[in-house]
T-cell receptor, first 115, second 115 residues
Framework: EADIYQTPRYLVIGTGKKITLECSQT?????MYWYQQDPGMELHLIHYSYGVNSTEKGDLSSESTVSRIRTEHFPLTLESARPSHTSQYLC??????????????FGPGTRLTVL | AQKVTQAQTEISVVEKEDVTLDCVYE???????LFWYKQPPSGELVFLIR??????QNEISGRYSWNFQKSTSSFNFTITASQVVDSAVYFC????????????FGGGTRLMVKP
């Protein structure tokens, strides 16, 4: 069982609010990721991190920002939420192993609705 | 560029039927890794299997089996004697060392198992 947590699980907020989605893992994984998932199911990578103080943008452009000050923590922030940000946000982590790709472990997700 | 195609958007079967979920991938890398994930209605992605490109041996785990064929660039997933609890969205994914171990997901297949 993966030890990766996301809070809140559900969030309904008004337009213009600043929000932070929390993601923490207790597995000591160096890599962490944020995905946005449309109602149509497709997963899009929006941010990733190779380790502390490392953050990169993913394939899908996002107005959100991330930080990685501690290994276990990878929060995502939206400065001013809009209805177009309504989506499910999934956090994941993985461990870099020499010579192979390790599976990513996913958190339960945060379902965000912006009114 | 890497690509994963899951041509079946939705599949509906009756309990106890066998069902195969198709996955076709594209990559120029010679060393790559394929994954299957399950996303139940609760939302989290659950890791099912990882297969590397050098290991074409098919795998069976209980009612689940996977058929990896490099000649057709396919990594199909079969559920034998399906159950209602198998109802979920299933994602096939691909990565490689040259891709920085970033996962490329297919669009997902929604499986509905009816009693």
């Amino acid at each position: 069982e993966a030890d990766i947590y996301q809070t809140p699980r559900y969030l309904v907020i008004g337009t213009g609010k600043k929000i932070t989605l929390e993601c923490s893992q207790t597995m000591g994984h160096d890599k962490m990721y944020w995905y946005q998932q449309d109602p149509g199911m497709e997963l899009h990578l929006i941010h990733y991190s190779y380790g502390v103080n490392s953050t990169e943008k993913g394939d899908l452009s996002s107005e959100s920002t991330v930080s990685r000050i501690r290994t276990e923590h990878f929060p995502l922030t939206l400065e001013s939420a809009r209805p177009s940000h309504t989506s499910q946000y999934l956090c994941a982590s993985s461990l870099t192993s020499s010579g192979r790709a390790d599976e990513q472990f996913f958190g339960p997700g945060t379902r965000l609705t912006v009114l | 560029a890497q690509k994963v195609t899951q041509a079946q958007t939705e599949i509906s079967v009756v309990e106890k039927e066998d069902v195969t979920l198709d996955c076709v991938y594209e990559t120029r890398d010679t060393t790559y890794y394929l994954f299957w994930y399950k996303q139940p209605p609760s939302g989290e992605l659950v890791f099912l299997i990882r297969r590397n490109s050098f290991d074409e041996q098919n795998e069976i785990s209980g009612r689940y089996s996977w058929n990896f064929q490099k000649s057709t660039s396919s990594f199909n997933f079969t559920i034998t004697a399906s159950q209602v609890v198998d109802s979920a969205v299933y994602f096939c994914a691909l990565t490689s060392n040259n891709a920085g171990n970033m996962l490329t997901f297919g669009g997902g297949t929604r499986l509905m198992v009816k009693p």
